[in-house]
């Protein structure tokens, strides 16, 4: 069974649920090839539905009025994650071995740990 933060805000939510049906699949392969077809479409897919949920949640946080200095940290936050993706990207890329057992927590810990602090 799957627990996804859910916070009232529909897009928001389908969001959740989004990315973590993205990191279920990822994972039902954990011996694949990061360079296999299966765990490049995920990270692919994963880091479109984050740029896209990032930018609607920023959205969200403007419109309800957040004081500009929370604000900032947060979205600094999300800059971060997706930097730190593109980072892993590209060490993925240049280590031909790794699987994807072998990035399983970072993965979880960029897309989920991000949602639970909501």
């Known amino acids: 069974m799957r627990i996804v933060a859910t916070i009232g805000l529909p897009a928001i939510d389908?969001?959740?649920?989004t990315i973590t049906g993205i990191l279920d699949k990822l994972?039902?392969?954990p011996d694949a090839s990061?360079?296999?077809?299966?765990?490049?479409d995920g990270l692919t897919d994963l880091s479109k539905?984050?740029?896209i949920h990032f930018s609607i949640e920023e959205a969200y946080m403007r419109q309800l009025g957040m004081e500009q200095q929370e604000f900032s940290a947060h979205s600094q936050k999300h800059r971060e994650?997706?930097?730190?993706?593109?980072?892993?990207?590209?060490?993925?890329?240049?280590?031909?071995?790794?699987?994807?057992?072998?990035i399983a927590s970072q993965v979880r810990?960029?897309?989920?740990?991000?949602?639970?602090?909501?």
């Open 14 to 17: 389908e969001h959740h649920k």
């Open 27 to 29: 994972m039902k392969n």
């Open 34 to 40: 990061l360079h296999s077809k299966s765990a490049v």
């Open 49 to 51: 539905i984050l740029e």
């Open 81 to 102: 994650i997706l930097g730190q993706l593109v980072e892993m990207n590209i060490a993925f890329y240049a280590n031909r071995d790794m699987k994807v057992r072998d």
């Open 109 to 118: 810990e960029l897309a989920i740990d991000h949602v639970v602090m909501i």
